[in-house]
């Protein structure tokens, strides 16, 4: 006799399953779709260059440093100069501030570009020769960043730099105790390390003409930045004592020329002030600074502005100077009260004079740092200009075909180190597709994730690292540097405080929380795959990634593809 | 054994060969020494009289180490039952017992565990049901699951209780059906009779160990009695038919097994006893048949040719059987100790039944006697064959010895 | 670390292909006990939502052995399964009873109250949807003071409050007795792991949002539950040996607004109504700190 339990016709003969459900597609009950849809976190577009910044954190967390200094590399060839003098717009749009303390993403930029001294550009980066030949004019930010980025892409590039040391703004004008020269040349070096030449003591229309450059170059690229010191146009100028406070910086930077006054006065309230003030500060000078709107409005940066008082710089906000006196050496300044009227052209209220509030003060010199402007002289005639700067298209060329111009020397974005890496980083796109006849691709970002967009469920609050710092009074001693950036332990605990706003961090709360385990991970690690043939479309993963990297579609969209 | 069972001249009555002791218990202990003998590992029970002498003589047993079983003393018989379906799940051989109210409470899980395709064998002593509240003899409470698909035996004797609590194993173990052994309260329950408990290693030899095909298994993982939609679940009804086909067949050959290796056997589906030539018959089940017994002996002595047939098993019912017997007598009294109101006594009515299709249809007289513990001595069934020979037509319903 | 990150066995013993409804807390509960108890394990299903979501016959959605009984079992045949088993010697395999609040807080209490003064080596999951939401949302003893079922029309919502299924747990001096949450799934994980470790019996009272008989988002039922915790409406916490709480999750204490305002079933209450609820929550949340200082004492005595 068979056994009582024996199946019957391949069926058993009692209720007992013998397969699971997967023939129960239920992914035929969905009507939305979810989707693995990364957007762009503010920081991102919050950078003028555009550093993938979860991104880099991500490698970070993981420890690879060396990974994430060639991802910032991408965007950005100066991490190490950028980690320490960028006025960081990224931290102002963090989704973060909302919730506790904006990410110090400036110090881990910094902190991954320490990591990383001793190491040197990755193959990658070493690309195949083109033939095609362009010639920079301007070693600074914008002909460096630019000349990286075509040099990656194997056009030769040779840098003409008017100063005996290559750096432009970064060697002249920025002080030693923001930015040691070790970095820069480290950063220098390593894009000449990818046949980048840069030939100083040579200024073009002066000991090079424009015209052998056209001769020999497939194109040319102005970045000769803003070097040029605006004037006053007050009474008093030309006595003895007034003078430029970059050409103040570029001395003492590059010449070590450390014969200055006792009483000091600075004009303007840009970062060319605060860098002359602190200089001079250290130099042993009584400094004070006169700018003619407030606070508010200064336009350095507020760390800057801060560090510039806690060592002993005199700010006078809301006055502007209307005479330097003295007879043929200076010896007061005249200057006038202000108030802020309306609003002008860049959303910045107008200062205005108010009557009979004249005073006066002593002074034995006086900084102008009032903005510079390029110094263009040496193009060829017929190249457009446009408030004193070239003329750029949006592909940053000039009406002259094959010349191009970034940095503070063209019109658009200007003033800053990463603005100018940026404009730098965008004429290398351009030249390049001017070069190879290809259509040039600059990145459009899409959605960008706002803070409303962020399941705060998943963070605690938790307080922003600090960066380390000299000894308060040893630094105004010497020109050593006053920061010295976050600890590795600072860095990871900073980096794991990112939101990562619409960047999938591989949390794994998607495939966790799925009712219908219809999401596992891809074979690479990275990322996830949701199996549409059982996902019901219920939205948890959608609703409750943390980061708004997932999109809830209509399912009908998808049916008609 | 065998020499003390010569020396007191009890051979004749119990095998001295396969008798390990004879010993003088109560119906309810002989289900606790069956349950011992078969190796039972798993016991859940909950009290009700008369079925606690079962329970306190397993806990007993359990307690000493004499028998090698988890008692689970639940809260309820519902839980009983449950607790039981639960451990057969796993292959694990289990038992309970109970009686009236208390096989009420487990209706459900009786269904449960023949759809489950468990194996469970109970003990049930035959109470009547309330209100009011009556503790004696009575069938109507097993006869009420009638359609629970369990097998039903009912006994005549402590040792029958005994051995057909092993027997059942077998059967049930064999068609994957479960199996409730009845007794009569009291009668059988509460009376001591000698009982030859056969030695555990024949017992061993004739019901092997449990391993079921499936089972709750780590290693096989199978849901079981999961949803089976109108697709399905006639199907799984009519095998479970089948196994009652089977186990109506397998009956007799189980008896006989059983015979072979321990020397005793009860009968198939039925028993006849001086049916050869009778001409009357009285149909009984459980201790009434004993009774019987002497009344068809006295008569026959005085010249009538009386034979008596012992239901044994209700279900599956032998249909085949009482066709094959009822067939040659002129007229039958069925004697029923239950009842199914609005209708007569249950085993009267399933045995009509059985006949209709029959091609001689003899005179059947249905008499319901000894509800609720009340006795059915042998004055009572001299009445009732009297009643049988005197009576024309057949009688569904006749009343015996009623005080109104 | 900053963000609330989850480790939890990789193991996925429920597979897809199951019938539960879009978002259902039932469904994510079951996949995070199985992930937690591993392949050496049997279940016991009663009738309720699970009974359908295994699958119909010859299917079944677990890779472990399932056991489907009647309604009032759970419990019971759980104990019956882990008697078999010590029988065998198989006495290391976890047994798990996984209930409703029907089969559980009402027609179950009885094998359960059973199970747990006998205190069965088995752990009983009572994933709790506060109604009999399979045979189509009626109140259970389960559901909560003023929701809407079927059977407590918006008319006259439920009048009585919630039974106390863990201090009836309590009451039978069983080792372990833990509240979960499916927004939890390493607490409830965790605790289902340490209810393996344990002899005797155990109980899991895991709240379960139910879509459509809460009348809430299918997207909604993790946050809802998150904030069942942080209102104090179902707060986590366990208890050791009877006596010593441990409060799992701090809530974050959120008006309990903002935790019905999700569900369609409290759709109807009054600002005075809520209140009453904001005040039982606020309550309840009292007695379980004294609890836990009550529990602290014990210890140092």
């Known amino acids: 006799m068979k056994d009582a339990l024996e199946s019957n016709n391949g069926k058993p003969v009692f209720a007992m399953s013998v397969t699971d459900m997967h023939k129960n597609k239920t992914g035929s009950w969905r009507y939305m779709r979810p989707i693995y849809d990364e957007k762009t976190p503010p920081c991102i577009k919050g950078c003028p260059a555009g550093e993938r910044i979860p991104q880099y954190f991500a490698l970070v967390k993981e420890k690879r440093y060396q990974d994430a200094w060639h991802l910032i590399l991408e965007d950005n060839p100066l991490p190490g100069v950028c980690g320490r003098v960028c006025y960081h717009p990224c931290e102002g749009v963090c989704n973060r501030k909302d919730f506790d303390e904006t990410i110090a993403i400036h110090n881990l930029e910094r902190f991954v570009a320490d990591q990383n001294v001793g190491n040197s550009f990755p193959q990658r980066f070493f690309a195949e020769k083109t033939g095609k030949k362009t010639a920079i004019i301007g070693s600074g930010p914008a002909g460096l960043s630019a000349a990286f980025q075509l040099a990656r892409k194997g056009h030769a590039v040779t840098i003409y730099e008017s100063l005996a040391e290559p750096g432009g703004m970064l060697q002249m004008g920025i002080p030693k105790y923001r930015l040691p020269r070790e970095v820069l040349e480290k950063e220098i070096n390593d894009i000449k390390s990818l046949g980048v030449e840069i030939i100083t003591n040579t200024e073009i229309g002066k000991d090079k003409p424009w015209q052998e450059l056209s001769d020999t170059f497939d194109s040319i690229l102005v970045a000769t930045g803003a070097t040029k010191s605006r004037p006053m146009q007050i009474p008093g100028e030309d006595l003895e004592g007034v003078s430029s406070g970059l050409a103040f910086l570029r001395e003492f930077n590059m010449q070590h020329k450390r014969d200055i006054k006792k009483k000091i006065v600075i004009i303007g309230g840009g970062n060319t002030a605060i860098d002359c003030a602190r200089s001079a500060i250290r130099l042993g000078a009584y400094v004070t600074i006169i700018y003619r709107r407030s606070r508010h409005e200064m336009p350095a940066v507020p760390e800057e502005i801060a560090e510039a008082e806690a060592e002993g710089v005199k700010i006078i906000y809301l006055t502007n100077p209307i005479e330097f006196i003295g007879n043929g050496k200076l010896e007061k300044i005249k200057l006038v009260q202000m108030q802020l009227g309306q609003p002008d052209a860049d959303g910045r209220r107008r200062p205005v004079p108010i009557k009979g509030s004249e005073f006066e ?201 | 054994m065998a020499d003390s069972l010569i020396a007191e001249g009890l051979e004749k009555y119990f095998n001295p060969e396969t008798t390990a002791e004879v010993k003088a218990i109560e119906g309810t202990h002989a289900a606790s020494y069956a349950a011992k003998l078969a190796r039972v590992k798993v016991v859940s029970a909950y009290p009700i009289t008369p079925q606690t002498t079962i329970v306190e003589k397993l806990s007993e047993m359990c307690a000493s180490g004499e028998m090698e079983a988890e008692f689970i003393k639940v809260e309820s018989e519902h839980s009983a039952m449950a607790c039981v379906i639960g451990a057969e799940s796993t292959g694990t051989r289990s038992f309970t017992a109970t009686s009236s109210q208390g096989l009420a409470l487990m209706h459900e899980e009786l269904h449960w565990a023949t759809g489950a395709r468990l194996p469970v064998v109970m003990a049930n002593v035959n109470r009547a049901l309330g209100a ?273 | 670390m900053s963000q609330m990150k989850f480790e939890i066995p990789e193991i996925e013993l429920m597979k897809s292909g199951h019938v539960a409804c879009p978002g259902c807390g039932a469904s994510m509960a079951m996949r995070y006990a199985l992930k937690a108890l591993g392949p050496k394990t049997m279940v016991v299903i009663p009738a309720c939502c699970w009974a359908i979501i295994d699958g119909p016959n010859p299917c079944s959605v677990n890779g472990v052995p399932v056991f489907h009984c009647a309604f009032e079992t759970a419990a019971i045949t759980a104990t019956g399964i882990k008697a078999g088993l010590k029988r065998q010697g198989k006495d290391d395999i976890s047994v798990l009873a996984w209930a409703g609040d029907g089969g559980t807080f009402d027609i179950g209490l009885q094998a359960i109250s059973g199970a747990a003064e006998r205190n069965e080596d088995i752990i009983y999951v009572c994933y709790d949807n506060e109604a009999y939401m399979n045979t189509g949302i009626q109140r259970s003893s389960a559901t909560p003071w003023g929701a809407w079922t079927t059977t407590t029309p918006v008319k006259n919502p439920k009048e009585r409050p919630k039974k106390d299924i863990v201090d009836i747990l309590l009451a039978h001096h069983i080792p372990y007795v833990a509240t979960a949450s499916v927004a939890y799934p390493d607490d409830f994980i965790r605790k289902m792991q340490k209810a393996k470790s344990i002899r005797g019996m155990k109980f899991i009272h895991v709240l379960s949002p139910c879509p459509p008989g809460w009348k809430s988002q299918a997207e909604e039922s993790v946050h809802i539950s998150r904030l069942a915790v942080h209102s104090n409406v179902f707060p986590l916490y366990e208890v050791d040996d009877g006596y010593r709480y441990t409060i799992s999750i701090q809530p974050k204490k959120v008006p309990v607004r903002d935790y019905l305002k999700y569900q369609g079933r409290f759709k109807h209450l009054s600002e005075e109504q809520i209140e009453l609820i904001q005040q039982a929550a606020d309550r309840k949340w009292d007695i379980l700190m004294k609890k836990v200082e009550m529990g602290e004492l014990f210890m140092q005595n």
């Open chain 1, 361 to 561: 003060i002593e002074a034995d010199q006086v900084m102008l740092a009032i903005g510079e402007v390029p110094k263009l002289d040496f193009l060829p005639e017929g190249v457009h200009e446009k408030w004193g700067r070239v003329d750029v298209d949006a592909y940053q060329m000039s009406n002259n075909k094959g010349v191009f111009a970034c940095g503070d020397s063209a019109n658009g974005p200007i003033g800053t180190v990463v603005d100018a890496i940026a404009t730098g980083k965008r004429a290398a796109i351009a030249i390049d597709s001017y070069l190879t006849n290809q259509e040039t691709e600059f990145v459009h970002y899409g959605k960008v994730v706002g803070f409303n967009e962020i399941n705060l469920d998943y963070f605690k609050k938790e307080k922003r690292v600090k960066q380390n710092r000299n000894n308060q009074k040893e630094v105004l001693s010497n020109f050593n540097e006053v920061h010295l950036g976050i600890s590795e332990s600072d860095a990871l605990y900073e980096a794991e405080r990112c939101f990562s706003c619409g960047i999938c961090t591989y949390c794994d709360t998607c495939l966790i929380y799925c009712p219908d385990v219809a999401i596992t991970k891809a074979p690479d690690g990275k990322g996830y795959i949701i199996n549409y043939e059982f996902c019901k479309g219920c939205g948890l993963c959608v609703h409750e990634c943390p980061r708004n990297a997932m999109t809830f579609e209509e399912e009908l969209k998808w049916r008609i593809v």
């Open chain 2, 132 to 404: 009011p509240w009556n503790i004696w003899a009575d069938q109507t409470d097993s006869l009420a699951q009638r359609d629970t698909g369990w097998i039903q035996c009912y006994a005549e004797s402590n040792q029958e209780v005994l051995d057909m609590i092993i027997q059942a194993y077998r059967l049930a173990e064999i068609v994957m059906l479960p199996v409730m052994v009845n007794m009569d309260a009291f009668f059988l329950s509460h009376t001591t009779e000698p009982v030859a408990l056969p030695k555990q290693e024949l017992v061993d030899q004739f019901l092997p160990e449990y391993n079921p095909k499936y089972k709750m298994d780590i290693n096989d993982p199978h849901a079981f009695g999961g949803l089976a939609k109108p697709d399905t679940y006639m199907e799984l009804r009519y095998n479970i038919q089948k196994s009652m086909e089977d186990a109506h067949r397998l009956i007799p050959e189980v008896a006989d097994e059983f015979e072979k290796v321990i020397g005793r056997n009860h009968g198939g589906l039925i028993e006849e006893y001086q049916t050869k030539d009778a001409e009357y018959l009285i149909v009984t089940s459980g201790t009434i048949t004993g009774t019987s017994r002497i009344v068809v002996d006295q008569l026959r002595a005085q010249g009538l040719k009386l034979g008596l047939l012992k239901i044994r098993f209700f279900r599956p019912f032998p249909v085949k059987e009482v066709q094959s017997v009822l067939g040659k007598i002129k007229k039958i009294a069925v004697i029923d100790r239950n009842l199914s109101f609005g209708r007569c006594g249950i085993f009267f009515s399933e045995l009509q039944a059985a006949l209709y299709n029959c091609e001689c249809r003899p005179l059947l007289n249905g008499y319901v006697a000894g509800l609720g513990g009340r006795d059915v001595t042998p004055k009572t069934i001299e009445k009732i064959v009297n009643h049988l020979i005197a009576s024309e037509k057949g009688e569904d319903l006749i009343w015996m010895e009623l005080n109104i």
